[in-house]
């Protein structure tokens, strides 16, 4: 009669605790699930419903840029900027460019918007979406940016081209524009040529025809940053100025000329 209480309790004590595994499991799966899409709410709500974002990428496709440190970097940019503008039912245009802004080839276009009748039933939506753009900006990245001229990058050219792509979407997409690149501008003035102080490098700004970009944001990252190392510290310090300079000549309501682009939610 023991030896049978004995065995039941023990039979007991397995079936506990292979639930209590179970449970756990499933905790921690869902754990996981319910932290993706908690760190989603939060990039929603920064989002202003009423001008979603009209996302450009430029990618700068010049030699100088070729690293596949660069690469990583610039693609974890890409991501963050995918994920946002899905997040906020923005669409997205990625071109690289070169020496002109009739050099340009295109990565990725299309809305990002996702269906659902809930902010929650949308969010769930976008890490698959986030997954497919990268893959085909990714997959399109080395071949496309090979095939552009490497004589030199028209970096001011690309505020031209974001101008236009917010006015082809027309209201009430608002444009964010992000350019990817060394920040060495070759056409027109050629920052590569000379270390310059703070009011020449203004001058020169002020000196080049620019959109205007009204309540657009800005972000020109990776100043400085070549396949081979960086740039001298002075040279970077002034293509910070100068950009600076440019970006708030185009009335955007916020500019950032930066070594390294923040990742969202960082």
């Known amino acids: ?11 007991l004590v397995v079936v506990v605790m292979s639930l209590f595994m179970l449970l756990t499991a499933c905790s921690s799966g869902s ?31 010049s030699g100088s ?6 690469t990583a970097e610039r693609m974890a940019a890409i991501e963050s900027v995918v994920t946002e503008t899905a997040v906020c039912s923005g669409t997205l ?6 020496g002109s802004s009739g050099s340009t080839i295109q990565l990725f276009s299309s809305s990002l918007a996702q269906e659902g009748a809930t902010l ?21 990245y080395v071949e496309a940016l090979g095939a552009l001229p490497q004589n ?4 001011v050219g690309v505020l031209r081209l974001g101008a236009e792509y917010a006015a082809q979407l027309g209201a009430p997409f608002q444009l964010r524009l992000v350019i990817l690149s060394d920040g060495v501008q070759t056409t027109g003035v050629d920052l590569g040529s000379r270390i310059s102080t703070s009011g020449e490098l203004e001058q020169l700004a002020d000196g080049l025809a620019v959109p205007q970009l009204s309540g657009a944001t800005v972000t020109v990252a990776g100043l400085g940053k070549i ?3 960086s740039y001298p510290t002075p040279l970077v310090e002034g293509l910070v100025v100068f950009y600076t300079r440019l970006c708030a000549r185009t009335g955007a309501a916020r500019c950032s000329a930066v070594t390294d682009y923040v990742v969202a939610g960082r």
Not at 1 to 11: I, V
Not at 93 to 98: A, E, L
């Open 227 to 229: 396949s081979t190392g």
């Open 152 to 155: 030199g990058s028209d970096i």
């Open 31 to 61: 754990g996981g699930s319910q932290g993706e899409l908690g760190q989603l709410q939060q990039l929603a709500g920064r989002c202003d419903p009423a001008a979603p974002p009209a996302s450009f990428i430029g990618i700068d496709g």
């Open 120 to 140: 929650n039933a949308r969010l769930k939506r976008v890490p698959a979406a986030v997954d497919t753009a990268i893959e085909t900006i990714r997959s399109g």
């Open 1 to 11: 009669m023991h030896g049978s209480r004995n065995a039941f309790a023990r039979g």
């Open 65 to 70: 840029s070729s690293a596949e440190a660069i």
């Open 93 to 98: 245009s990625v071109v690289g460019f070169s």
